[in-house]
């Protein structure tokens, strides 16, 4: 505009932090970091490749000579998975023992030697908090720590990153309760920021430069002396709608021998049979609860036993049982039956698994 000087727009900046070695178990990442970038100021977020943090840690799984590298990995995948959520031939969505539901695990085989793999860090919040002081006792700034990953998405193609650990930064921005510019109350908006900071920083790190953190910078926040870290990101439970994918509902299903129960059975049970009898022959089956808690229902089938009515409460039953796994319960059936007449057929026990 002629006779005036412009203003430029202030934002954030995402400044990569090149010339960092490769890094082994042992190194004082820290430092390493602190030497390569000493312009670090107060309220810079730093962002750091959870690879980096694995190898310095020692979350490395060695491939012996002549091994199968595949073998050692699916291996390797077992072991940190805690529940598996979908699997196409070798490929396994899981939830792993941080909580993480991600492709393999989140096992890399990229950018390291032919003779190992990479796991998650073993508690990617601890490590970033550890990070965080170390900057502050090394160059003496209040900065925020994201230790990222690479995930995939849910319907949509394409990888990014995502924040698995976190200090010193809320991960969530909390809208709810807000109200927009048209008079609109927000009821459901929480904004992932460190996944978003996770992100932003790929941009410039990128997949094959090797360049494993970056800053940004600008960003204004509150620097938080103790926080939550990455936890209030996970939604499982309750609030997860995708439990498990619809190849796998039946397979991952497994009766458990040891089982506590747990308020809401009777509710349960009464509930699953509905659901599976919508889709099969109606015939007259009792539930008979012992007790409000005691996680046994006893299933009674008035009705002549025949090899009919039996094929039918087979199919109920093993649906029920898939259903009561999709919500969420262990089960454990245990066929009584008493052949030709009215019987009592099962007995089915349902809660937890024991710890």
Known sequence: MSGSTAERPRGIEVLPVPGLPEFTAGDDLAAAVAGA??????GDVVVVTSKVVSKVEGRVVPVPPGADREAVRQRAIDAETVRVVARRGPLKIVETRQGWVVAAAGIDASNVPGDSLVLLPEDADASARALRARLRELLGVEVAVVVSDTFGRTWREGLTDVAVGSA???ALTDH???VDGHGNR?????????????S??????????GVPVAVV????FTVLREDDGTRPLVRLGPGD?????????VGSRAPVADLVPRPGDREAVAEAFRVASAALPEFPVVLRHGGEGDGVVDVHLYERVTTTTA?????LVGAVLVQLHAEGWATRWEPVGTPGGSSLVGRLWLGSPRV
Do not use: C, H, M
Request: proline share 6%; aromatic share 6%.
């Open 311 to 315: 094929l039918n409460l087979g199919a």
């Open 241 to 249: 709608l995708f439990p498990y994918g619809s190849r796998d509902l």
């Open 37 to 42: 970038a000493p312009w670090l100021a107060d």
């Open 176 to 178: 709810r309760g807000a």
């Open 186 to 198: 927000l009821e459901t908006t929480q904004v992932a920021v460190v996944d978003e900071l996770a």
């Open 217 to 220: 910078r600008g960003l204004p």
């Open 168 to 170: 010193g930064i809320a």
């Open 200 to 209: 932003a920083a790929d941009l410039v790190k990128g997949k094959l430069d």
